[in-house]
Nanobody, 125 residues
Framework: QVQLVESGGDSVQAGGSLRLSCAAS????????AGWFRKRPGKEREGVAI???????RYEDSIEGRFHISQDNVKNLLYLQMNSLTPEDTGMYYC???????????????????WGQGTQVTVSS
């Protein structure tokens, strides 16, 4: 049974950084698309970043180069490095993994089958 477990969420001040991690069991990162999504207060869930099996990454436009998605194929971990955080980044962040897609054109939730429980990120001004 595939399980994704996020960690690294915390409370930080604006301008700070966090690195989120996602550990997978019964699933290997690097073979299919994986990504990060978030649910901000009062807003719909939205895609943040994805990484394809070939390493190509794509980001939601509003991220504006502040976040970086990566994966460690040895440790089987997915990461989201978040820099220059603002209060608008506050929310629950979810790791997601595709069932069988090696490519995914955008952070579209429809591409992903497996989901973690989320880790909370809170940014204060």
């Amino acid at each position: 049974q595939v399980q994704l477990v996020e960690s690294g969420g915390d409370s930080v001040q604006a301008g700070g950084s966090l690195r989120l991690s996602c550990a997978a069991s019964s699933y290997t990162f690097g073979e299919r698309c994986a990504g990060w999504f978030r649910k901000r207060p009062g807003k719909e869930r939205e895609g943040v970043a994805i990484i394809q099996a070939d390493g190509v990454t794509r980001y939601e436009d509003s991220i504006e180069g502040r976040f970086h998605i990566s994966q460690d194929n040895v440790k089987n971990l997915l990461y989201l490095q978040m820099n220059s955080l603002t209060p608008e980044d506050t929310g629950m962040y979810y790791c997601a993994a595709s069932l069988n897609r090696r490519t995914c054109n955008s952070p579209n939730a429809g591409y992903f089958y497996y989901w973690g429980q989320g880790t909370q990120v809170t940014v204060s001004s």
